[in-house]
């Protein structure tokens, strides 16, 4: 078990408890990408974290490097081209292009194959040297495959570029939700030059390198205020806020308390 203290100058009370909220997803996430099980993230008292887990962990595991390292979100373009075919055949069996998504499914295994070491040799020639391979988070599906895209390595916005985020009606889909994101005024200028040059192409939300969600650019957008549409169930935007928001505040950890064999 262990304990983190929060650390955000300049917050007021609602946008601090915003943060820590923010904060709790991200470790959920981070730890079950690792591969802990029962992974239990809660807010206690005086600002601070409370995490606990259970299961193996590798001898270079790092808890303070895991839990306190902030957010890193960004936004890149992904790319669809010839090369998620040539990548795919790389990769061999199982390796399949899912033009739907816009990326490739590979078993689970392979995938981890590939995390647990540098990029092979062959694979990081096709890739290229300004693009990356990233998973793609997709809660409630088949956990023995996993969508990978080929996303680029420049970063059109960060995270610090967002100014709020939250859940609205979806316009096009009737019950459905979606995601309203304002941007700053620097945000608002750099959105609307990136969409401009990115119509019809997908705009990867990456944090910690993992694909939260890769929606189409439909238009340029020069009023700063984004709308991710893809028919969210409530818990699926109200997660995408938590993390739109981890990326946005300035939000620092602090491992504090350290309990138990680990």
Do not use: Y
């Amino acid at each position: 078990e262990f304990g983190l203290g929060v650390e955000a100058d300049g917050l007021d009370p609602q946008a601090l408890d915003r943060g820590i909220d923010a904060a709790c997803e991200v470790l959920r996430r981070r730890l079950e990408q690792i591969g802990v099980r029962a992974v239990e993230v809660n807010s206690i008292p005086d600002s601070r974290i409370r995490v606990s887990f259970e299961g193996e962990t590798t001898p270079d595991f790092d808890p303070k490097e895991i839990l306190t390292r902030r957010a890193q979100l960004e936004f890149r373009l992904v790319d669809e081209g010839p090369v998620l075919v040539r990548v795919a055949e790389h990769l061999g069996e199982g390796a399949l292009v899912d033009p739907r998504d816009g990326g490739i499914r590979i078993p689970a295994g392979r995938w981890d194959e590939l995390n647990a070491a540098p990029m092979e040799a062959g694979l990081r020639e096709i890739v290229g040297p300004r693009r990356l391979l990233a998973a793609v988070a997709e809660p409630g599906a088949d956990p023995s495959t996993v969508l990978v895209q080929c996303v680029e390595e420049s970063i059109l916005l960060s995270g610090e570029e967002i100014e709020t985020a939250a859940v609205s009606p979806d316009p096009d889909l009737p019950n459905a939700l979606s995601v309203q994101v304002k941007f700053t005024s620097r945000g608002t200028t750099m959105l609307a030059d990136a969409t401009g040059r990115s119509i019809g192409r997908r705009m990867a939300i990456v944090l910690d390198e993992r694909v939260v969600t890769a929606p189409v650019v439909r238009d340029r957008i020069e009023n700063g205020r984004a709308t991710i549409s893809r028919g969210f169930t409530p818990e699926e935007a109200r997660t995408l806020v938590r993390l739109l928001r981890a990326g946005a505040l300035p939000i620092e950890l602090r491992l504090i308390v350290e309990r138990g064999e680990r």
